[in-house]
């Protein structure tokens, strides 16, 4: 981790990889702007909206987690779809990096709580991307489709300010609380994150069985 940007804060990897042809094709139409304020807002839009969340289909081979599987699959979590943050911003001349943090949250499916056995998540995932003589933290995960639905307050994300999960909904009830902080990373720790995941979670592929939908969970949360 470093305070200021250095080569590595630009370059591609095996999961951060900014390099493939349709991370550089996304950064391309979607960082627009005439600095790089405004072309990381761009490209934190299309990252947001462009892709759905979806915390059922997690795949975490190097292959599941890479990048550009986010645009090839049409959704992605937070770990993954910060990572196509990143990749995209790189690609775009923006230094960037990801970071992590342990997350209790209190607004999830029936499913997701009897699978998980418990309400904190495990190295979330956000991008922060060097903007403006600092690093701004961006948080591209929930689409504005899926905030709707849940009544969630949607992360608008202006450049400048941090976009980190509002603690309560648009009710007041509690979302989400911030616990730990995993700390920022040049590439994506697959193997720390991996571990963790098969420690606390054990029954995790149980959330991607044939008839999971998170979608109608959603639905079924909100009739409730």
């Known amino acids: 981790m470093t305070d200021t940007p250095h080569s590595q804060h630009l370059a591609t990897t095996v999961l951060i990889d900014g390099a493939h042809p349709a991370v550089k094709a996304f950064a391309l139409a979607h960082g627009t702007g005439s600095n790089d304020r405004?072309?990381?807002v761009s490209l934190y839009y299309a990252v947001r909206d462009g892709f759905r969340y979806d915390p059922y289909r997690i795949d975490l081979s190097p292959t599941g987690?890479?990048?550009s599987q986010v645009?090839?699959?049409g959704y992605g979590w937070c770990v993954p779809k910060s990572a196509l943050m990143c990749a995209a911003a790189r690609a775009a001349?923006?230094?960037?990096?990801?970071?992590y943090a342990d997350v209790r949250n209190h607004l999830s499916t029936a499913r997701m709580r009897e699978t998980m056995k418990t309400d904190?998540?495990?190295?979330?995932?956000?991008?922060e991307l060097w903007i403006e003589g600092a690093w701004r933290k961006t948080t591209p995960v929930f689409n504005i489709?899926?905030?709707d639905k849940f009544g969630l307050h949607a992360l608008d994300w202006d450049g400048l300010s941090d976009s980190l999960y509002h603690p309560h909904d648009k009710e007041g009830r509690l979302?989400?609380?911030?616990?730990?902080?995993?700390?920022?990373?040049d590439d994506m720790p697959l193997d720390q994150i991996t571990a963790e995941f098969a420690r606390i979670y054990p029954s995790w592929s149980g959330l991607s069985g044939p008839e999971a939908d998170f979608a109608k969970d959603v639905d079924k949360e909100v009739e409730k």
Not at 120 to 127: D, E, R, S
Not at 175 to 184: A, D, F, T
Request: hydrophobic share 40%; charged share 20%; glycine share 10%.
């Open 71 to 73: 645009i090839a699959n």
């Open 175 to 185: 979302h989400m609380e911030y616990v730990q902080q995993r700390g920022s990373f």
């Open 145 to 147: 489709e899926l905030c």
């Open 120 to 127: 904190i998540f495990t190295w979330h995932g956000y991008a």
């Open 38 to 40: 405004e072309r990381a």
């Open 93 to 99: 001349g923006i230094p960037a990096r990801v970071g």
């Open 65 to 67: 987690m890479r990048a």
